[in-house]
């Protein structure tokens, strides 16, 4: 499966946005899927992963109750709408496959996606 990320933009403090990953090839239905992000000169964060049917997430401790993830299987994509976004929310936002729903590492997540930059004011 390819990904690409978009929807990413300038945006103040306490306002929304949504984000997009576009999945190409047939396997988009089977994949749990899942959002990472990275500022400048800090790894990578787990922000929230989504089971292959919907039906299960798991978010981030800094992100759970704003952010929500959603897929819808028939446009091959994947969501990520953020919600009361805050200055530290800034970073470039990675989407990805993952090979087993529950596990947050890196190690489990394959196809990253080109990311898109998300930047809050303040």
């Known amino acids: 499966v390819q990904l690409q990320a978009s929807g990413g933009g300038l945006v103040q403090a306490g306002g929304s946005l949504r984000l997009s990953c576009a999945a190409s090839g047939r396997s988009f239905s089977n994949n749990h899927m899942g959002w990472f992000r990275q500022a400048p000169g800090r790894g990578r964060e787990f922000v929230a992963m989504?089971?292959?049917?919907?039906?299960?997430?798991i978010y981030g401790d800094s992100v759970k109750g704003r952010f929500t993830i959603s897929r819808e299987s028939a446009k091959n994509t994947m969501y990520l709408q953020m919600n009361k976004v805050k200055p530290e929310d800034t970073a470039v936002y990675h989407c990805?496959?993952?090979?087993?729903?529950?596990?947050?590492?890196?190690?489990?997540?394959?196809?990253w996606g080109q990311g898109t930059q998300v930047t809050v004011s303040s």
């Open positions: 990805a496959a993952a090979r087993y729903f529950g596990r947050m590492d890196e190690q489990n997540f394959y196809s």
């Open positions: 989504i089971s292959f049917n919907g039906g299960n997430t």
